[in-house]
């Protein structure tokens, strides 16, 4: 199957959606895949270790007379069998054109912002980007739930993200990783790794610090990332105790990220009238499946990436108290994050594998494209 994609995420650009349509794409007929992304530092050397072909747009990847010039000139010389785009909205608003030429089924994915839109009563905005697509895609129930009443495209299936957990395991080291950010060996370490914006918590976590570090002087916090909230985290971070702003990593070092923590704590809160808002959570699943417990905030669909109290805690993202309540317990007690660690785990080698998931998006692919008769991917 030939597959061209059409997406403004795409790695080098770090954050969960670019993760998760990255994975997708080195698994599902990487060799017949051309993508179409957006011009970014250090592109180069990522485009020429991939397994698939990847074109650059001078530009972002926006719904544009000139993105859509682009796509059909690509589609021109890849003729592909179907067409995916990164982002359903606003990307699905080239669905009809391109519907029409290349002629081909477009499938679009959503995430958490299409699910926000519907929250904020912008489903109109998603109907309209969703009218002429062959599928749509959803990543949790409760992202199914809030866009059920407004994803026009003709079918919807659930591809959430997943974990490589061979890539993500407890026997990566760590620490090199923790000593290269100048934190002891035989200390407790909460860390957050994650794009530093508001609505992941970085901010509360270092409100919430030095309540915890009363309560475990031995205990250090990294925050892992980049981000338009990272000048004024470091400033805050400049005031506290055993606290390292670490700035971003290497795709290659994000598993040691999670290794070299003791408890993982991202407290996402939904923001703007539900427009910002977490869709599921990638982090939470990888840092599992590194075998770290992890505390999560319960904006929307982030709580189903956590077994809470079997493999973490759920907290209201926006309470100190619950945040540091949450924390201090797993500090306190080592059998408690080591039982912890090790069902988060299991639960993600079971569930969240990117195999499994790997497979049932190329099967809908197949579906769309006539390859098989329709049946359900749930």
């Known amino acids: 199957m030939r597959v061209l994609w059409v997406t403004n995420d795409l790695p080098p650009r770090a954050g969960g959606i670019q993760q998760f349509v990255s994975n997708l794409l080195e698994r599902v007929h990487p060799e017949?895949?051309?993508?179409?992304?957006?011009a970014a530092e250090g592109a180069e050397s990522h485009d020429a270790a991939v397994p698939y072909r990847v074109v650059r747009h001078r530009r972002?990847?926006?719904p544009t007379p000139g993105v859509l010039r682009t796509v059909r000139e690509v589609a021109a010389r890849h003729g592909p069998d179907v067409i995916v785009l990164g982002a359903s909205w606003p990307l699905g608003e080239l669905g009809g054109a391109l519907a029409d030429d290349p002629g081909v089924p477009v499938v679009g994915l959503t995430h958490g912002l299409?699910?926000?839109l519907a929250s904020a009563g912008l489903g109109r905005l998603v109907r309209r980007a969703t009218r002429h697509?062959?599928?749509?895609?959803?990543?949790s129930d409760w992202?199914?739930?809030r866009l059920a009443d407004h994803l026009a495209a003709d079918r919807t299936v659930r591809v959430p993200p997943g974990v490589d957990v061979d890539q993500f395991r407890p026997s990566v080291d760590g620490t090199p990783l923790r000593r290269s950010w100048g934190i002891p060996d035989d200390v407790l370490l909460v860390g957050c790794v994650s794009r530093l914006v508001r609505r992941k918590g970085q901010d509360v976590l270092l409100a919430s610090w030095p309540t915890i570090a009363a309560a475990h002087p031995d205990a250090w916090l990294v925050l892992v990332g980049g981000g338009p909230l990272e000048g004024a985290l470091r400033?805050?971070?400049?005031?506290?105790d055993r606290v390292v702003v670490a700035g971003e990593v290497a795709w290659d070092d994000l598993p040691?990220?999670?290794t070299a923590l003791d408890v993982f704590a991202m407290p996402c809160r939904t923001r703007l009238l539900g427009l910002d808002v977490e869709g599921l959570g990638i982090v939470y699943l990888e840092a599992q499946a590194a075998g770290v417990p992890v505390v999560g905030g319960s904006s929307g669909g982030a709580p189903e990436a956590i077994r809470d109290r079997v493999s973490g805690r759920v907290v209201d993202g926006s309470s100190q108290e619950e945040v540091v309540g949450a924390i201090t317990s797993l500090l306190a007690d080592a059998e408690m994050r080591?039982?912890?660690g090790r069902a988060g785990r299991e639960w993600v080698e079971r569930r969240w594998s990117w195999e499994v998931i790997a497979g049932r998006f190329a099967s809908l692919l197949e579906d769309v494209t006539g390859g098989r008769e329709q049946r359900s991917l749930d």
């Open 256 to 258: 040691a990220c999670y």
């Open 114 to 116: 299409e699910a926000g």
């Open 133 to 139: 697509l062959a599928a749509a895609t959803t990543i």
């Open 143 to 145: 992202t199914e739930q």
């Open 338 to 340: 080591a039982a912890m």
């Open 235 to 240: 400033r805050d971070a400049a005031d506290l």
């Open 32 to 38: 017949t895949t051309v993508v179409l992304g957006p």
């Open 60 to 62: 972002g990847i926006w």
